[in-house]
């Protein structure tokens, strides 16, 4: 099945960088969009940045300015760099790819990562 795996959270001091990654493997035929979603404690998940295969990325207006997001289209990858970090980017941060099943439906499905914890502490 497809499995979408999640790296590089960690505890970062405000003002630090951090580094997320993340990568899509099994029988995905075709990535639509690829992006980073995050949940704080005691609130809803909220989209970070999503980039089409075929378009420019859009990020959250908290973020603009700090991260930047890269994408792999050959490598089914997507990385997330986090600069300038917030006590407000305390998150769980997710992966969410959205593609085909090799030989499956012919609609898209939702793949999730298990996600990574982004904690900004002094």
């Known amino acids: 099945q497809v499995q979408v795996v999640e790296s590089g959270g960690g505890l970062v001091p405000p003002g630090g960088s951090l580094r997320l990654s993340c990568v899509a493997t099994g029988p995905i035929s075709s990535i639509l969009v690829m992006g980073w979603y995050r949940q704080a404690p005691g609130k809803q998940r909220e989209l970070v940045v999503h980039v089409p295969s075929n378009g420019d990325p859009s990020y959250v207006d908290a973020v603009k300015g700090r991260f930047t997001v890269s994408r792999d289209n050959g490598k089914n990858t997507v990385t997330l760099q986090m600069n300038k970090l917030e006590l407000d980017d305390t998150a769980a941060y997710y992966c969410?790819?959205?593609?085909?099943?090799?030989?499956?439906?012919?609609?898209?499905?939702?793949?999730w990562g298990q996600g990574t914890q982004v904690t900004v502490s002094s």
């Open positions: 969410n790819v959205k593609g085909f099943v090799s030989g499956g439906s012919r609609k898209p499905s939702d793949f």
